[in-house]
C-alpha cells in the first residue's frame, strides 16, 4: 500500500441522526460530541441526533456540527492505529482536516466554524447570492464567461473545481444567472442551481473573511504535524501563519479540490478515506482518477469494515 489520505465532507452532507451509530458504541466518541456542546454553550448533539432538518441546515449548527460528526468518526479509526499521511477537507471540511493534523483544539475549531458560518450568512443579505453547479464545461472556458460577466456589472466567479466536469459557479442571483445561461450557450450539458443561502467562495464572502479575522486570534493554530492540503493553493500547509493566512483567504478563494486531490496521488497517496457523512468525496476522487482506493466511513458498521481490510492487507 502506498500513502494515505483522510478527506472530510463539507457543508452539504449533513443528515440527522449522522454519527449516531458511533457514540453508541464509542465512549470517547460520545465525549467528542458533549465537547462540542459546552464550548458552543448549547446542545448541538440534539440537533445533530433528533434534527429537525431545517435547523441542522442553518449554515451556523452545520458547519460545527459536520466538523463534530467527522471528529467522532475519525476517533474510532485512530483507536484502531490508523494514520494518515495528508489530510484534505472540502471548504469546512478544511477545519476538520486541521484538527485531524494537530493544527488546532477540537474545541477551538467548533467554536471558530460557528462564527464562521454566522459572518458567511451575515455577508450577504438573504436572496441576493446564490450558486449553480456547471457539469461539462472546461474550466478556462468558464473562467472567461465569469470574468465577462463581472466585468459587465453581475459579480461571479469560479467557487468549487470538485473534479473534471464540474465546477461551481457563486455570486450575485444575476451574475451566476447569467453565467448559468452563458454557459449552456458554450456548450455546458447543464447547469443545476444550488439550494445555498449565500455566495460561498467568492468575493462576495470579503465582508466575513474580515471579521473572521479575530476569530482566528482569539484560538491557538499550531503547525501542523501532518501536512493538510490547502483548498486555496492545493498544495500543503504546515506552518501555523500559513494556515491562518489561508483559512482567511479560503472564505473568498476557489476550492481547489480537483488540484488538491492530484497534488496528493501525485506525491504517492493511493488510498482516500472520507470520514464523515455521505460519499460525495469519495465519487469526486472517483471521476479524478479511478486508480486509486476510496473509502467512505460514515458509520460503526463502515468504521469496522475499513478496519478489518487494513488490517488484513
Not at 34 to 60: F, H, M, V, W
Not at 242 to 268: F, H, N, R
Request: proline share 4%; net charge negative.
Amino acid at each position: 500500500m502506498g500513502k494515505i489520505a483522510f478527506v472530510f465532507p463539507g457543508q452539504g452532507s449533513q443528515t440527522v441522526g449522522m454519527g449516531e451509530s458511533v457514540i453508541e458504541n464509542n465512549a470517547d466518541a460520545k465525549s467528542i460530541f458533549e465537547r462540542a456542546d459546552k464550548r458552543l454553550g448549547y446542545s448541538l448533539s440534539t440537533i445533530i441526533l433528533n434534527g429537525p432538518l431545517d435547523q441542522l441546515t442553518l449554515t451556523t449548527n452545520a458547519q460545527p456540527a459536520l466538523l463534530t460528526t467527522s471528529i467522532a468518526i475519525l476517533n474510532c479509526l485512530e483507536e484502531a492505529g490508523i494514520r494518515a499521511d495528508y489530510t484534505a477537507g472540502h471548504s469546512l471540511g478544511e477545519y476538520t482536516a486541521l484538527v485531524a493534523a494537530g493544527a488546532i483544539d477540537f474545541e477551538d475549531a467548533v467554536y471558530a466554524v460557528h462564527k464562521r458560518g454566522e459572518y458567511m450568512e451575515e455577508a450577504v443579505p438573504n436572496g441576493e447570492g446564490t450558486m449553480a453547479a456547471v457539469l461539462g464545461l472546461d474550466r478556462d472556458s468558464l473562467q472567461e464567461i465569469t470574468k465577462e460577466i463581472t466585468l459587465s456589472g453581475h459579480s461571479v466567479q469560479l467557487a468549487n473545481l470538485n473534479c473534471p466536469g464540474q465546477i461551481v459557479i457563486s455570486g450575485t442571483v444575476k451574475g451566476v444567472e447569467l453565467a448559468s445561461q452563458k454557459a449552456k450557450e458554450s456548450g455546458a450539458k447543464r447547469v443545476l442551481p444550488l439550494q445555498v443561502s449565500g455566495p460561498f467562495h467568492s468575493e462576495l464572502m470579503k465582508p466575513a473573511a474580515e471579521k473572521f479575522v479575530q476569530v482566528l486570534d482569539e484560538i491557538t493554530v499550531q503547525d501542523a504535524k501532518t501536512p493538510v492540503i490547502a483548498n486555496v493553493t492545493a498544495g500543503a500547509m504546515h506552518q501555523s501563519q500559513d494556515i491562518k493566512a489561508k483559512l482567511i483567504e479560503q472564505l473568498y478563494s476557489p476550492v481547489l479540490w480537483e488540484d488538491s486531490i492530484v497534488t496528493m496521488i501525485e506525491d504517492g497517496v493511493d488510498t482516500f478515506i472520507e470520514i464523515g457523512p455521505g460519499k460525495v468525496l469519495s465519487g469526486l476522487i472517483r471521476k479524478i482518477n479511478r486508480d486509486v482506493k476510496t473509502y467512505s466511513v460514515q458509520d460503526i458498521e463502515s468504521c469496522e469494515k475499513l478496519i478489518s481490510e487494513l488490517s488484513s492487507n
